[in-house]
């Protein structure tokens, strides 16, 4: 072998035991880099990103801390963002990055207003309650949902921008299990006297699916209005799905006693008082006549009391304030707004009503000459009455003890004839009163009576 070809191969040998020996040192202090979790990961925008870190060593110690850090995440904004970590010792240096993806995955939420599970009647269609559609980016999306309408249900749906998507359902079911209902007009007891003819009070049959049936109602039975006895009518009533329902009036043939008719009629009520007076009248069963106010709102339901026992039910006035008596639109609007209550609690609307103070009343003068003359035309030309009274028991007087009032009584109710009785639900003497008055009035044969189309009419002469 030749002298040169002998050093070339030596160069070659140290040249290759140099570069073993720098791979063994750079292997050997080169510092070690690992990511803490993933390369890359995805997180929902608006969440809270907590960064998993990494792990260093260098010659076999932790050397973690002196890692840099270089990038951010804005999780309130959607992107791509590179976090990269650097690790510098010496003339060792080292470096990882990592991405993280912030992208909307929440999908939208969808409330239904109203039931999920719904029931209709066969003749009719759902009419839709509502539902709102919230997005945890664009806020209120409802005006994005769309609706599917199958036999059986409703399907809500709505995607948002980032194409996340929701789905609701709501179920209907097409079923009429409900009877109609029967109301009777003047109650389930009815009295009337030999040889008086009998007057049917009216009755009314109402179905959740049908809606009025009154036309449909089949009374069967009669009244012998010529022998004291019971009588049961029987009211029946079947909707379109053949569900039935059926009430019975016991109407009662009396011998009538020697003696008057009186109607006992409440003013100013409901009040604190009427429950207690509704009481007394069903335990003694006397019918009378409640001319409502809406002076004290928190005993409105008490209406729907008077109607279902049998009462009769009248209009006084919205406010009893005297300005209603400033013009006849404001007498008609207090007057609207009383009947408007009436007829939420009973179903129907009253014709029956009192003026304030009464027909004669004076002080209407103070607020239009006239105005009484002019609303008594226009209220009967209306188809509505309106009834005074010939006996005031004297409820409102300063001196208004309960003697007093059961003395008034006894003064002003005597022999035969018709007694419009002016009583006042709200004053707790009558109260007191009441009981000694039925039995005053029961024992010298007076019958009790609530005002109907039958009630002979008391008028005051108009002053104004």
């Known amino acids: 072998m030749s002298k040169k070809k002998r050093n070339i191969i030596i160069l070659i040998v140290v040249l290759a035991l140099i570069n073993i020996n720098y791979l063994l040192v750079f292997c050997f202090l080169s510092p070690s880099l690992k990511l803490n979790g993933e390369k890359e990961l995805t997180i929902n925008v608006n969440s809270e990103y907590t960064d998993a870190g990494v792990q260093a060593k260098y010659l076999g110690k932790d050397v973690s801390n002196d890692v840099v850090l270089t990038g951010e995440v804005n999780s309130s904004l959607e992107g791509e963002y590179i976090l990269t970590y650097k690790l510098n010792k010496g003339i060792m240096k080292k470096e990882i990055k990592r991405k993280v993806i912030v992208k909307d995955m929440e999908a939208p939420t969808i409330e239904l207003i109203g039931e999920q599970e719904i029931s209709v009647c066969p003749n009719k269609e759902y009419i839709e309650e509502g539902y709102t559609a919230t997005d945890n980016i664009a806020g209120d999306i409802t005006d994005k949902v769309e609706i599917i309408k199958t036999t059986d249900k409703i399907i809500y749906k709505v995607k948002d921008a980032s194409g996340n998507e929701t789905t609701k359902e709501r179920n209907i079911t097409y079923v009429d299990n409900e009877a109609p209902i029967i109301t009777l007009k003047g109650g389930n007891s009815y ?147 009383m009947n408007e209550i009436v007829y939420q609690q009973t179903g129907t609307y009253s014709k029956y009503f009192r003026f304030p103070g009464g027909s004669s009343n004076t002080v209407s003068r103070k607020h239009k000459v006239g105005v009484m003359t002019d609303l008594a035309n226009v209220m009967t030309s209306k188809g509505y009455t309106y009834f005074d009274w010939n006996v005031d028991c004297g409820d409102t007087h300063k001196d208004n003890t309960v003697n007093y009032i059961i003395n008034n009584i006894k003064k002003y109710v005597t022999g035969e004839g018709s007694y419009i009785i002016l009583m006042h639900d709200i004053k707790k003497n009558t109260l007191l009163a009441l009981p000694s008055i039925i039995s005053y009035l029961k024992n010298n044969n007076y019958t009790f009576r609530a005002i109907d189309d039958f009630t002979p009419v008391k008028h005051f002469k108009i002053a104004n």
């Not at 009244?223 to 039935?244: A, M």
């Open 191 to 337: 009295t009337i006297y030999l040889n008086e003819q009998y007057n049917e009070p009216g009755y009314t049959a109402m179905d959740n699916c049908d809606e009025d049936l009154t036309n449909q109602v089949i009374i069967n039975g009669n009244v012998d209005n010529t022998k004291v006895g019971k009588y049961n009518l029987n009211y029946e009533v079947s909707d379109s799905k053949g569900n039935k329902a059926s009430m019975t009036r016991e109407v009662y043939v009396k011998e009538k006693l020697k003696g008057g008719i009186v109607y006992l009629t409440f003013d100013d009520g409901p009040g604190q008082y009427t429950a207690d007076i509704l009481n007394i009248l069903a335990q003694n069963d006397i019918k009378a006549t409640f001319f409502v106010t809406n002076q004290f709102p928190k005993y409105q339901d008490m209406i729907k009391k008077e109607y279902e026992a049998g009462h009769t039910v009248a209009v006084h006035t919205y406010t009893h304030n005297w300005n209603i008596y400033d013009s006849v639109d404001n007498y008609l609007n207090d007057f609207n707004k």
